[in-house]
């Protein structure tokens, strides 16, 4: 059954540098995701991504964040100026267009840790 | 704004044995989708059943199945014949549809029950 992949697996970053954490979704999905789940804590959406554009983000999604989908298969997430805060396992998550009943299918995540 | 809310931080059971895990959520909405999601120590995020909040039927998948009551906002998952494999955090989840048929992007998330499966 097809994956969504996330790399890398394990991410360690001093304060202020950025960091770029990849995701290939699944190749006939069109919807796009970012969900970050703080240590012990619940999961948080970030942002969707659909036709090239952000269709949705939250409040967390600030100006140190982007996203891209710089060609037919990956999708990233950018974190410009790391903080301390933002050390969190990542989801990336895709699905099906106009199938609003599919699940999100979901990457293994990649743990960022911030120190 | 929905809301949704896990109340039972962790729970514990026998193998073999049947575990109710609770989930309320709150919405204005009449249309929307429920899920459960499974995390095991992977990390991993995977779908274990899902329900349309126009479906009086209760979802089943094997040994899953949920106790959804519309009126009361409660969205309750049964686990029977726990395996050990079931051991992981479970996450209730709430999907909006809008009025056009399509959904909003974002899943809200409850805070999560730890189920630990002894043996």
């Known amino acids: 059954e097809p994956e969504v992949t996330q790399t890398p697996s394990h991410q360690v970053t001093q304060m202020g540098q950025e960091v770029i954490l990849r995701c290939v979704p699944i190749?006939?999905?069109?919807?796009f995701y970012w969900y970050r789940q703080i240590l012990g804590q619940k999961v948080e959406f970030l942002v969707s991504?659909?036709?090239?554009?952000?269709?949705?983000k939250s409040e967390i999604f600030d100006d140190q964040f982007s996203v891209e989908r710089p060609d037919g298969s990956n999708f990233t997430l950018k974190i410009r100026s790391t903080k301390l805060e933002d050390s969190a396992m990542y989801f990336c998550?895709?699905?099906?267009?106009?199938?609003?009943?599919?699940?999100?299918?979901f990457g293994n995540g990649t743990r960022l840790t911030v120190t | 704004a929905q809301t949704v809310t896990q109340s039972q931080p962790e729970m514990s059971v026998q193998e073999a044995e049947t575990v109710t895990l609770s989930c309320t959520y709150d919405?204005?909405?009449?249309?929307?989708?429920l899920f459960w999601y499974k995390q095991p120590p992977s990390r991993q995020m995977i779908l274990v059943i899902r329900?349309?909040?126009?479906?009086?039927q209760n979802a089943t998948e094997n040994r899953f199945s949920v106790n959804f009551q519309k009126a009361a906002k409660s969205f309750s998952l049964k686990i029977s014949d726990s395996q050990l494999g079931d051991t992981a955090m479970y996450f209730c989840?709430?999907?909006?549809?809008?009025?056009?048929?399509?959904?909003?992007?974002?899943?809200?998330f409850g805070t999560g029950t730890l189920l630990a499966v002894q043996p």
């Open positions: 998550a895709s699905r099906r267009e106009g199938d609003y009943n599919s699940p999100l299918h």
């Open positions: 190749s006939n999905h069109l919807y």
């Open positions: 991504f659909y036709n090239n554009e952000i269709s949705e």
């Open positions: 919405t204005s909405e009449s249309n929307y989708y």
């Open positions: 329900q349309e909040a126009y479906k009086q």
């Open positions: 989840a709430f999907l909006e549809i809008m009025n056009y048929g399509g959904a909003t992007n974002k899943l809200i």
